[in-house]
């Protein structure tokens, strides 16, 4: 690898594209971090609606209207599964109605935030309550479990009791399709390696085309003036481009210019002194042969 | 005056042994080039075997217990380590490549291999180290393998040297 090109190119290619790629990755992973946070945002917010909406048919009693709720919002596109289940995790009311009066187990993804103590903890921070899992449909899905707490409302209603030291009557877990977001970033991701790729292209590129115009046509021109000088020919005028290339033609064609000079002056004395050996040769002779 | 020889059958035997003299050591720069060049290759290969292990999620080594956990404190932000990487791979990258212009014959991978194990150490404490491994690991091979170029494109130019030289005391 002894050409200018080379020794040009492959660094800056190397140090430019890697520092890309660098930054990409970690462009991407916080983009993925920050969509995930506002989709479980989004969903928290969910869950908290739909524990709102619940809210009367729930101090009422009324199973049939909360079923119905259930069962509409389980028909919502998107919508993976939600279900309700109380606080020792029996389902009550689900979407899927082969999981009502199912026991959730406790050390399941999603329970075991609250329950891997002996105490279950009652408030968790949303990144806490979210899970990201593939159901046995096969789907990527973002779910939530939203605490249902104790409300004075339902420790002192008629239809039935709840005792006020309970502080979780239950829990409703509702999960989302994570394909979108999924979607999302898998693009997000082919639109980094495809900036990458134009990086490397527009370095390598720019960085070629630059050196070949700038350094290495100047150099070849050098390179044929030169030859030609070598040849005695020095009527081209020097090449240019930069100054440096320009620098050394011109000191080239003063040089061939100088030798053409020298190289006259040379074959003018080598003339005169063939000339004089010419003049002095016949009287020599005839010293030598006097008669 | 006994003691005065003939210049000219001293300086003969001396000369030679001079050339024999050069000729080691010129052996001993082309073998040290050898050497300095190949330890590019080693870096690489070192940092590729930790990028191995950490690949695995560091697996093999023994899970942090609570209360090393506690005596070292909370692990850093992500995103703070995230920037450190990028501040480092950038000032790194201008490094090697000034060290390039300057043609200094120093290898540093030793020390962005212990940079390098520390920002996995990092991640792996915060439990991010499967995301954002692969950030680690293009910054790694990039700055190794500059690194690398760097020495090789120096050993080469100098070994070219020595053996041209080499050819001289040859002929």
């Keep these: ?291 | 005056m006994s003691d005065q020889t003939d210049p000219s059958t001293e300086q003969i035997p001396e000369s030679r042994f001079d050339r024999g003299r050069l000729r080691r050591e010129i052996h001993l720069e082309i073998r040290r080039l050898h050497r300095l060049s190949n330890r590019g290759l080693w870096g690489l290969a070192l940092f590729i075997l930790i990028s191995l292990g950490a690949q695995q999620n560091l697996r093999f080594l023994p899970p942090l217990s609570e209360g090393a956990r506690a005596v070292l404190g909370a692990a850093p932000p992500v995103k703070l380590i995230s920037i450190a990487l990028v501040v480092y791979s950038f000032s790194a990258l201008i490094l090697i490549l000034s060290r390039m212009m300057g043609g200094s014959d120093t290898y540093r991978g030793w020390s962005h291999l212990g940079y390098l194990s520390g920002f996995y150490a990092f991640y792996y404490y915060a439990e991010v180290l499967p995301e954002n491994f692969w950030a680690v690991f293009a910054a790694g091979i990039t700055i190794l393998t500059l690194e690398y170029y760097q020495i090789w494109t120096y050993c080469s130019e100098a070994l070219r040297t020595e053996q041209e030289l080499l050819s001289k005391l040859e002929e």
């Design chain 1, 1 to 291: 690898m002894k050409s200018i090109a080379a020794k040009a190119v492959v660094p800056v290619a190397l140090a430019v594209t890697g520092f890309v790629v660098v930054c990409c990755i970690l462009l991407y992973s916080f983009i993925k971090n920050d969509l995930l946070n506002s989709s479980i945002q989004r969903e928290v917010n969910l869950a908290g609606i739909i524990v709102k909406s619940t809210r009367h048919a729930m101090l009422q009693a009324d199973r049939e209207s909360l079923r119905n709720i259930i069962d509409n919002i389980g028909e919502q596109n998107g919508v993976e599964h939600v279900r309700i289940f109380n606080e020792t995790g029996l389902v009550m009311f689900s979407a899927a109605p082969e999981e009502v009066s199912q026991l959730v187990d406790k050390k399941a993804a999603g329970c075991i935030a609250c329950h891997s103590t002996d105490i279950p903890a009652t408030n968790l921070g949303p990144m806490e309550q979210s899970r990201w899992f593939t159901n046995q449909k096969n789907h990527n899905v973002l779910a939530i479990t939203a605490p249902i707490y104790n409300e004075p409302g339902c420790s002192t209603a008629d239809c039935h009791f709840h005792p006020p030291t309970l502080k979780v009557l239950g829990t409703l877990d509702i999960g989302l399709s994570a394909e979108p977001l999924r979607d999302s970033l898998v693009t997000l991701g082919w639109r980094m390696v495809v900036f990458c790729i134009m990086v490397l292209i527009l370095t390598v590129g720019g960085v070629c085309a630059l050196l070949r115009r700038n350094i290495l046509l100047p150099i070849t021109n050098l390179v044929a003036y030169a030859n030609a000088a070598t040849r005695g020919n020095t009527d081209q005028p020097p090449p240019g481009g930069i100054d440096e290339i320009e620098l050394i033609g011109q000191s080239l064609h003063g040089l061939a210019l100088r030798l053409e000079k020298k190289q006259a002056e040379l074959e003018m004395l080598r003339s005169k002194s063939r000339e004089g050996a010419a003049v002095h040769k016949p009287s020599i002779s005839s010293t030598e042969n006097p008669g």
